[in-house]
C-alpha cells in the first residue's frame, strides 16, 4: 500500500469504517466485562452504542447521503440538489442526524430504507433493550460529579439485541459496499463474539 504525505496528515475515517471498528472495541471490552472485569461495561456500552449509530447512519443515508437527517434538512438538501445547476446557491451548513431512536424507528420503516435492501428486524421488546443502551450511553456521555452504579444482570441480553441489530446492518448493502471484505469479516468476527458469550 502506498502512503502518500497527505495520509501522514490527516487521521480519516467514515461512519463504516467507524462501525467496523466499534464492534470491535466493543467486543473486546464485553468479554473482559462477562469475564469479571464489572468496569468495562462502561466501555462496552459506549462503543456498542457507537457501532450501532455509525452502522444505522451508514445504512440509512442513501445515495443523496441525507436518509439519516432530520426532515427538514432532508428537504433544505433536496432544493440545494435541485437547484445547485442553475444558481449559486449555497448548501445547508447543518447535517446533524435524528435521534438513535429515531434511527431506529426509520431502520424498521420500509418508507425510509433508501438502498438499504430490507429493514431492520426487531421486536418492541428488542427496541426497548436498544433504546435502553442509549441511555446508559448518555449518562457515560454526559459525565456528573458523582458516582455510578450499573446494574449488570440485563446487559448480556441488550448485548445480544444489539448483537442482532449489529448483523442485519453488516449484512445490508450500503455497509458492504464501502467495507472491504476483510473489513465485513472483522465486525462479523466482533458481532459473533457478543454473540456467542451472550449464549453461554
Known sequence: MNVTVEDDLYARTSPALLAMHACERAATEYAAAMSGETERWFFAI???????????????????????LPKKLQKEW????????????????????????????????????????????LSEDEKRDLLRLNEFRNDLAHVKPRGWSLEIAGLPRIFGVAAKAARQLFNMAPLRLHLEDHQ????????DTIAHRQER
Open 78 to 121: 433536496l432544493g440545494y440538489f435541485d437547484a445547485r445547476n442553475d444558481t449559486d446557491i449555497e448548501p445547508p451548513i447543518e447535517d446533524r442526524v435524528i435521534t438513535f431512536g429515531e434511527l431506529l424507528d426509520r431502520a424498521r420503516d420500509a418508507t425510509h430504507v433508501h438502498d438499504m435492501q430490507g429493514t431492520l428486524a
Open 184 to 191: 465485513i469479516e472483522r465486525a462479523e468476527m466482533a458481532i
Open 46 to 68: 459506549t462503543d456498542m452504542h457507537q457501532a450501532l449509530t455509525a452502522a444505522l447512519v451508514e445504512t440509512l443515508s442513501g445515495t443523496a447521503g441525507i436518509g439519516a
